[in-house]
């Protein structure tokens, strides 16, 4: 009997073809949206990247323990969809989710304090880089086992429809989750009810290691699988903030007014790589480069200038950010460690964890 | 006060909830028009409408996790799971956010939730329909775990799980569903989680159990009551938080412990609760604890299920045992 194994193909994924990123549309300068606004999102994206960058710094002096995954040139889209949302909407995050959690106006000294495991952390340094979340900023939670939040964010839709709220939830989530079953059901279940929910998939071309079009049935990862579930395909330019506001605007409206769950692929890269311990050496010469050079920030700050906004008022905002940063960092570090008492409260209700009597 | 069976009591205590507060939804696959597949939410979709008696699809990770999502913005989900062992897929949501989600949030979130499910034998149909794995929600942090085992205490005890702050696996062992009847209060009758009940007062041998297989030990203290044996019966109701004094108490009274579950013996309750006696009255022992559990094997089909179970008679040989010393 022949037995001939499945050898699959040993790939240096290095050595693919770069997947490269579309030119900047400059027609997106005519996007209805105001200066104002627009100056906004410019701050935002820069405190989103100023804060990576000195997360990125804390770990390498070793403040940061454990690890923590940045997204670092995927500012643009927490920015557009952050920026879009009512003060009183929810949004769900993953482990990727400082930039959502700041977005959201969650303040950046005890959310830099968070990532470092101080009791001065916005969750006094009981959940960390990977579980952010701010009750007050409508900020619900980031979730570290991939595809389960897409049915929590669910739930928060059907409150806010049984309460008739037209609160709206957001979930955000990488390619990576397109592929697990909690997303398919989430769709299937916010389809069915016509929730106010919108799934925003992050595209930034690799699930952790791994190329995601090699382990994904279908090109685009999220907008091939919408009209399975009734919806329409979304594909918006995940590095330029001012695309991403727009579609954001149109499908959160939708889910306001009581027309449904959205589905949107945001194509985007991370500059970094998956967390603190990949150098991302998986991909090939160039693709990085080339992505930098589409840095959405970078971008975005050559479009205020192309609408006539004077070099110095940037350069004011990103010296505002950096002094900001500076002082978060400040109080983070100056933070207390928690202690071992702390290692035992707010398992229950009463605030201990004593499970037994 | 009325008469009722286990699935009426339950399905009593669900109408009652779901008048009293606004925020009680309950969802499930077939939870809606069908009334369950055990009927325990027979009429309330008719009572109270498609928005807070919800059919959904038979995706449990979406069941779970919309509920956390309804509990953590404002609602009292009651999320039903058809049996034990289709609730597999939404452990996840269970252990890794249900009951984590206040700690994690360093109290600012809550998850005040309840997850119904049928489970143990008495179907016959195997395995995923016949399962009795509470060990491991019990083993879980965060998650409160109830098993009642008759009718008044099956209403109490749901009716303190809505209310609870905390999340709750709320497990209805299905063979006593329609097995025994018995008069349940009206209205808002609770029963506090974490309270172990002395069922009968007994001097030579305590017989702890919960669930389905405490009527099993019932008939073994008939039989061993026939031979001049006195057995007391501890019902933990509770898993988690387990009434650790309520079983000390009962083995430093009678010296002999004997703890009937029918999950598979590993790891089990069974387990936890020989080493809480030893921990809480070793030094009143006049034997070894007992463990009567089922195997560590598949849980079997109709024909062979009555092999599996633990019934009176291995309860009383290993009280025998146990009174032997």
Known sequence: MSTEAFEPELMDYSRRQPRLPEPVIEGNDALDIPLDERMEMYRLQQELRQFEKRAYDLFMQNLVKGTSHLSLGMEAVATGFGRALRPDDYSFATYRGHAHTLARGAPMGPVMAELLGRSNGILGGKGGSMHLASVEHGMMGSYAIIGAHLCIANGAGWSAQLRGTEQVAVVFFGDGTTNIGAFHEALNFAKIWELPVVFVCENNLYMEYTPIDLVTAVEHPAADRATAYGLEPILVDGNDADAVYDVAQGVIETARRGEGPSLVEAVTYRHGGHSRADPGKYRPPGEVEAWLDRDPIITYHQRLLRLGVPEGDLTRIAQDVARRVDEATEFAKAGPVPDEGDLMTDMWADGGSAWRN | ?325
């Not at chain 2, 939730?113 to 794995?133: M, Q, W, Y």
């Not at chain 2, 019932?218 to 007391?232: H, N």
């Open chain 2, 1 to 325: 006060m009325s008469e009722m069976n286990m699935a009426q009591a339950l399905n009593d205590a669900l109408d009652t909830a779901l008048a009293a507060d606004d925020r009680v939804v309950i969802l499930g696959e077939d939870v809606g028009r069908t009334g369950g597949v055990f009927r325990v939410t027979d009429g309330l979709q008719e009572r109270y409408g498609a928005t807070r008696v919800i059919d959904t699809p038979v995706a449990e990770s979406g069941i779970v996790g919309a509920a956390l999502g309804m509990a953590v913005a404002g609602l009292r989900p009651v999320a039903e799971i058809q049996f034990l062992g289709f609730a597999y897929p939404a452990v996840d949501q269970i252990i890794s956010h249900v009951g984590r989600i206040r700690n994690r949030s360093n109290h600012r979130f809550t998850a005040p939730l309840v997850v119904r499910i049928p489970f143990g034998g008495g179907i016959g149909a195997a395995e995923h329909h016949s399962e009795s794995s509470e060990a491991i929600f019990a083993h879980t942090p965060g998650i409160k775990v109830v098993v009642p085992a008759t009718p008044a205490d099956a209403k109490g005890l749901l009716l303190s799980a809505i209310a609870d702050p905390d999340p709750v696996v709320f497990l209805e062992p299905i063979r006593v569903y329609r097995a025994i009847k018995e008069e349940v209060p009206a209205g808002q009758h609770t029963v506090p989680i974490g309270e172990a009940k002395v069922v009968r007062e007994g001097s030579d041998v305590s017989l702890v159990s919960y669930g389905a297989v405490l009527r099993d030990a019932g008939r073994a203290a008939d039989a061993l009551a026939d031979d001049g044996v006195s057995a007391e019966i501890i019902d933990l109701r509770t898993l988690s938080p387990l009434d650790h004094q309520a079983v000390i108490h009962s083995a430093r009274k009678t010296g002999r412990v004997v703890v009937a579950v029918e999950s598979h013996r590993t790891a089990s309750i069974a387990s936890e609760v020989a080493a809480i006696v030893q921990e809480g009255a070793l030094y009143s022992l006049l034997a070894p604890v007992e463990r009567v559990t089922g195997w560590d094997t598949v849980v079997p089909l109709k024909r062979t299920e009555h092999h599996y179970i633990p019934g009176p008679d291995r309860i009383v040989a290993a009280a025998r045992r146990a009174l032997e010393g």
